[in-house]
């Protein structure tokens, strides 16, 4: 059974920079997508950027397009998010997810069944 476990989050100033990681293990296949999705204190969870199983379709949230990037390596079994430019309203609980069957946008949150527990991204100076 696929389990995802993020890292990599932490509190960092205005402007800085971070990078996410999802590792998946428990499953044979490389046939998944991988979504990030953050939700803040008081708000939905809301997509920011997902990645079909061969990585050569990329999707992001318009509030997230030119700062952060997704990237996969199926050969370690990771999914990166590289965030740069990093603003307050970027604070939130981030998560990763799976996708299984075809490759599914981040607004389709339902299609994202796998959970990981999260990692807390704090913008603050």
């Known amino acids: 059974q696929l389990q995802l476990v993020e890292s990599g989050g932490g509190l960092v100033q205005p402007g800085g920079s971070l990078r996410l990681s999802c590792a998946a293990s428990?499953?044979?296949?490389?046939?998944?997508?991988i979504g990030w999705f953050r939700q803040a204190p008081g708000k939905g969870r809301e997509g920011v950027s997902c990645?079909?199983?061969?990585?050569?379709?990329?999707n992001y949230a318009d509030s997230v397009r030119g700062r952060f990037t997704i990237s996969r390596d199926n050969a370690k079994n990771t999914v990166t998010l590289q965030m740069n430019s990093l603003k307050p309203e970027d604070t939130a609980l981030y998560y990763c997810?799976?996708?299984?069957?075809?490759?599914?946008?981040?607004?389709?949150?339902?299609?994202?069944?796998?959970w990981g527990q999260g990692t807390q991204v704090t913008v603050s100076s």
């Open positions: 997810a799976a996708s299984f069957g075809p490759f599914r946008a981040c607004s389709i949150i339902s299609a994202y069944t796998r």
């Open positions: 428990g499953f044979t296949s490389e046939n998944y997508a």
């Open positions: 990645i079909s199983s061969s990585g050569g379709i990329t």
